[in-house]
């Protein structure tokens, strides 16, 4: 919850109320639900004390804390830097980096991609979702690469069509844990809400959805292998919890990838892989027919710098292993 600068009251006379009853009529804006909530959390004080809610407040008690506001109804433009691909009056392509939340959640009121894009196009305004205005597909915060927004609402309604009918092509390059010895194969297990974390996907939920991964070997190093992705179906994380399911979790994904490097005996520093700060994931290229013209679009995003650096570090620590030996 977003919070404005703190407040500091100073009990004038004997009140004979409750400590939430007390602040909810004194501060702006405060409800009793909100204060009661913050009593508890300790997020607000009497005398630089945790107090219950029901703590009947005396004359010269001195109550300190943070009043909540609002968030905002809708996301407000804010300037940044994007890597735009493509653009005309229908749709627009970029190349997301990671760490970028797409759109505004819980937590992430602000600073998304939808913040960003609003400040460059306005008229995004009006665009299907107030909360994700012209979003047809999204990324992970901290998964990079290609993302088409839509412009115009003919434009945002047959981006979804497209989407939902699966006619959009989508590849991506993962590296993952493991050296993969098979040269291709095929991941076909049902995604749905884990039963115990809301926050992870899992292939034993029993509400899953069919999902169908397709992957080739695109390079192998002594501890991870490079793999292109192709996605037939589009279910959350499904990637990461697909690779995780066959034992070969995405590198540096902190939710599913429990897999570690191995550590050789008298190594002195980390390796390249146990330096990792976010998942190795990269939408690569996307495939669509143009929602007005009808003409077949297809873009690709380089491999982000970190995911370079990272590979070039095991070409050379593979190099330096077989000249050892």
Known sequence: MAVEPSFRVTVAQEAHVRLDAYVALHIPGMTRAQARRLILEGKIRVNGASKRPAYPVKKGDCVTGRRPVRAPSRPLPESRNLDILYQDE???????????????????????????????????????????????????????????????????????????????????????????????????????????DRKRMATTSPKGRAAHTQWRVRERFDQATLLEIDLKTGRTHQIR????????????????????????????????????????????????VHPVSLKPLEFEAPLPGDMQDLMVSLREAEGAGKARA
């Open 90 to 196: 229908a749709l627009v392509v970029l190349n997301k980096p990671a760490g970028l939340v797409v759109h505004p959640a819980p937590g992430h009121a602000s600073g998304t991609l939808v913040n960003a894009l609003l400040f460059r196009y306005p008229e995004l305004h009006d665009m299907g979702d107030p909360m994700r205005p012209g979003i047809v597909h999204r990324l992970d915060k901290d998964t990079s690469g290609l993302l088409v927004v839509a412009r115009r609402p003919d434009a945002y309604v047959a981006l979804i069509r497209q989407f939902k009918s699966r006619r959009v092509v989508k590849s991506y390059l993962a590296l993952v844990y493991g050296r993969v010895e098979l040269e291709e194969g095929w991941i076909s297990l049902p995604i749905g809400r884990h039963p115990k």
């Open 241 to 288: 919890v697909h690779c995780a399911a066959m034992g070969c979790p995405v590198v540096g994904d902190a939710l599913y990838g429990k897999r570690k490097a191995r550590k050789r005996p008298g190594r002195r520093k980390p390796g390249a892989l146990e330096t990792v700060k976010r998942q190795m994931l990269h939408a690569r290229s996307l495939r669509f």
